[in-house]
Every structure is written in C-alpha cells, then in structure tokens.
C-alpha cells in the first residue's frame, strides 16, 4: 500500500487526536474512580473546554443566534449524553472494552447515513462493517451477565454515532470552529446543574489536575479532529479512528493493569481489521477514481 506524505501526515494527526480523548478518558476514569460523579466530570471537561477554546474559536457576535439553532442544539445534545454515558462506563469498567464497545458508533452512523443522508454504502464497506459489529459483540458479551457499565457503554457509541451523522449533515452549514465551540458551550450550560451542585468533591491539587488533563485530552483531541476534517473527508477519517483501541489498551494496561480477556482481545481485533480494511478500500477506490480521470 502506497502512503504519500499527506497521507502520513493525516495518520499521525488522528492518532495523536485519538491519543488525547483516550488521555482525557483515562483521568476521567481515575475521577469517577475516586467517587466524582460522572456529571461533574463531564460539566467540568465541557465547561473548561470552552475557557481554553473560546479565545481560538473566532466566534462572532452574529453567530450567537445560531447557538439556539434546532440542529445545533441536538447534535450538542448527542455529545453531551455520549460523554455523560462513556463517564459512567469507565467507572466500573476497563477502559479498552469500554472503546470496544463505544465503537458501535460506526455502525450507527453507517444506518443512519443511508437513513437521512441518502448515502449507499458499498458491499465490501458492508462486509468490513459487519465484522467490526462482531468485534463489538464479542467486547460487550451480550447476556444476562452483561453488565450495566458495558450497557452504557453502547449508548455512548450510539449517541456518538447519531453525533457524527449529524456532524456530517450540518458541515455545509456552518464552520467546523463554530460547531466545536457551540458543543463546548451548550454543554457547559446544559450540564451545570450538575457541576455546580452541593456535593462537589473537596478540591484539592490531584483533583484539579486530573480535571485539568480531562477537559485538555478532550479538548485538544477535538480541535485536532477538526483541523484534520478540513483537509480530508469523512470517509477517511472514520476508519483512521479506530487506531483509538491501540491508545486504549496501552493505558489501560499501564495505568490501571486492565488486560483485556481473550474473548475481548478478539473482539478487538476483529474492530481493528474493520478499521484497517475500510482504509484499505477507501485507498483503493481514490486510486481508481484518479484513474478514470486520467484516462
């Protein structure tokens, strides 16, 4: 397979974003572990997002209206119960199988794009899709054993899926920088009444470190994300995502000594081979259209 510097260049872009939201996850997970409530988490990795971002986002006095747009307000919406839902998840659960799981996004957006957007996946795109929901249901090990924390889990990557076709139909509508800052700050607001309740946790350094790191990882991972959607599509991108699950793991296996068992393994594996395959057949596609042009 054929890298050109671009394309390089875009890999280690993604990964690097990637890296960050799982570090952001990572003191989440050590937060909600430490008896902080998930929704203070969440509260304080939005409203501290927007503090950072805000100065970088250009947003201007005429662009305040859209901030109440029926559209923007829902896709906010999606985020907001996506993080509040992987939060709760990475309580009580390792933070690979947690991403295993969440990677049911794709599958969701892949319906709901031929749904609303019209789109008509190809039959490879479809068989590589499917192997990745087997990956997912292997992670998840659906059953009467299943654990609530792997129940969230999955409506994160839902909401996260509904999140990203949503992304996709408004990116014509409005810049990228203002879609990230109307997230931020619609969460901020959505979410203080539960990050300014009575029973904030005592602060103190340790806390105000790993809520600093939470909010930055996922912060920085987004804009990130952003700039490389500006130079690449979609259709890209999303298969280049999956490189999440190998941060994922490594820090689980660092920071928490969470060795994923052999069924989750696979599981993850088989997610990885979806990812690198739909690269592989996005590369092949872009080569042939740059042929029937040449010719």
């Not at 139909?169 to 931020?184: V, Y």
């Not at 959505?190 to 909010?215: E, K, Q, T, W």
Request: proline residues 5%.
């Amino acid at each position: 397979m054929f890298y050109t510097p671009d394309l390089l260049r875009l890999i280690a872009t993604i990964f690097i974003a990637v890296t960050c939201v799982v570090i952001g996850d990572t003191a989440g997970k050590l937060l909600t572990g430490g008896r902080v409530d998930p929704f203070i988490v969440a509260w304080s990795r939005f409203f501290l997002g927007a503090l950072m971002l805000l100065p970088f986002s250009r947003l201007t006095p005429r662009e305040l209206p859209a901030l109440l747009n029926r559209s923007v307000l829902l896709r906010a919406v999606f985020i907001i119960c996506g993080i509040c839902c992987i939060l709760t998840a990475l309580k009580t659960e390792p933070i690979a199988n947690v991403f295993g799981a969440f990677f049911v996004g794709p599958v969701v957006s892949y319906i709901l794009a031929i749904v609303f957007l019209g789109e008509r996946p190809s039959i490879q795109r479809n068989l590589l899709l499917a192997i990745g929901f087997a990956g997912v249901m292997l992670v998840v090990k659906p059953g009467f054993d299943s654990s609530a924390g792997m129940a969230y889990a999955l409506a994160a990557g839902t909401f996260y899926g509904a999140y990203l076709v949503m992304t996709r139909a408004m990116a014509g509508s409005f810049r990228p920088r203002f879609l990230l800052i109307s997230q931020l700050l619609i969460g901020a607001v959505v979410l203080a009444p539960f990050g300014l309740r009575s029973n904030f946790p005592v602060p103190d350094m340790p806390l105000f470190a790993l809520l600093l790191i939470s909010a930055v990882g996922s912060a920085l991972g987004n804009y990130l994300m952003v700039m490389a959607s500006r130079k690449a599509e979609a259709s890209l991108i999303a298969p280049l995502v999956y490189s999440q699950l190998i941060s994922a793991t490594g820090l689980g296996i660092v920071v928490f000594s969470d060795w994923p068992d052999l069924i989750s393994l696979a599981g993850l594996i088989l997610i990885a081979v979806s990812g690198l395959g739909s690269l592989l057949v996005h590369q092949r596609a872009g080569k042939e259209r740059l042929s029937r042009m040449s010719a």
